[in-house]
């Protein structure tokens, strides 16, 4: 006979919680960012072609995080880390470090980090922090000159959805808890990871998405994150007892 999962509080952020620090969203409604095009700079199929503007547009971005701060959301997340400890687990699409910035231990970039870096010659992750990339840099470990930033694009494996998948097993339990902050809910499939568990759910979006099913949440909050998220950091408070 299967145990089941002890309870826990899952926390899964998308771009919305770190819109309010200055960070902007992935993709803007024409398909480009700052006239970069996605398929150049994010394709796993072909960023080796585009070497050298894939590199240019993400030590745009890391320039970028290194100017803003963590925001009044991330700080509270943070506080509800420090107090649940192992019984929370943040997961976030995000490819920013605004939780480490506030102390936050192993948080699930499911999509990757914009302070790491990739060696495609031995596999070492190791960090750049908010330094630009030149192409004459090598890896520090075996010295390969072919290095990527450590970000899952578009085609590529994303390593790290096996440990959110295993994260989602905790909410089979009843009393456990799963929060969801500014994510539309369509590339990582919020529905379809809710809709068979009765565990205790909370929803904060700007606006509806289309991809994601309210009436399965117990909370919903359609405001900024930075307003709402004292709301459920009480909800949290509430249902975990």
């Not at 899964?12 to 700052?34: M, Q």
């Not at 990582?188 to 099913?213: F, G, T, W």
């Amino acid at each position: 006979m299967l145990s089941t999962p002890s309870k826990k509080i899952i926390i899964f952020s998308g771009a919305g919680i770190s819109a309010e620090s200055g960070i902007k969203t992935f993709r803007d409604s024409d398909g480009l960012w700052e006239n970069y095009k996605i398929d150049d700079i994010c394709n796993q199929y072909t960023w080796e072609q585009n070497y050298d503007i894939v590199h240019e547009f993400y030590n745009q971005r890391r320039l970028q995080l290194a100017e803003v701060k963590p925001n009044y959301a991330h700080e509270v997340v943070a506080n509800i880390k420090e107090k649940y400890q192992d019984n929370c687990i943040i997961i976030t699409q995000n490819v920013d470090d605004m939780f480490e910035r506030l102390g936050c231990k192993d948080v699930i970039h499911v999509h990757g980090e914009l302070t790491k870096m990739e060696c495609m010659g031995c596999g070492n992750i190791y960090s750049i922090g908010y330094k630009e990339f030149k192409n004459t840099d090598s890896c520090p470990k075996c010295y390969h000159t072919k290095i990527k930033p450590f970000i899952v694009f578009f085609g590529g494996s994303a390593p790290y959805y096996a440990d959110m998948y295993k994260a989602f097993q905790h909410l089979q339990n009843e009393d456990s808890i799963a929060v969801i902050i500014g994510t539309l809910g369509n590339v990582i499939q919020i529905n379809a990871n809710l809709e068979l568990v009765e565990c205790h759910k909370i929803l904060n979006n700007l606006e509806a998405s289309p991809y994601i099913d309210e009436s399965q949440f117990d909370k919903v909050y359609y405001e900024k994150a930075t307003s709402a998220i004292k709301k459920i950091e009480s909800d949290i408070s509430e249902f975990w007892i």
